[in-house]
């Protein structure tokens, strides 16, 4: 189950997730426990795998709203960091942040473990 306490763990920002939340507890963790599921991270990595930035850079930007609202930080940074490359149409190699959002992801779901 997460709680407030492995959100604190897993480095995001829990005092200001809670705030724009009205510090409703029950409803910050209910609204993390869904960003774990938002289509939009298959959606970023299926996006720049075919090297359709445009559509990647959609996905990023939606995800960056969420998981900023939700200050879950250490993925939050990753995905603005992806972002602004997409919005600008890097072409680079978006493997290694790819890897990283996906990590970061995965850690967060094994707090509702």
Do not use: W
């Amino acid at each position: 189950m997460i709680t407030v306490e492995k959100l604190n763990e897993f480095g995001a920002d829990t005092v200001a997730g809670l705030g724009r939340c009205m510090n409703n507890e029950n409803l910050y963790l209910r609204l993390v426990g869904l960003v774990i599921n938002q289509p939009e991270f298959d959606s970023l990595k299926q996006s720049v795998d075919a090297g359709d930035l445009e559509r990647g850079f959609e996905a990023a930007h939606a995800l960056k709203g969420v998981l900023g609202n939700l200050a879950l930080t250490p993925i939050y940074d990753k995905v603005c960091e992806i972002t602004e490359l997409l919005r600008n149409s890097t072409q680079t190699d978006y493997s290694t942040l790819l890897q990283q959002i996906t990590e970061l992801r995965a850690k967060l779901a094994a707090l509702s473990e």
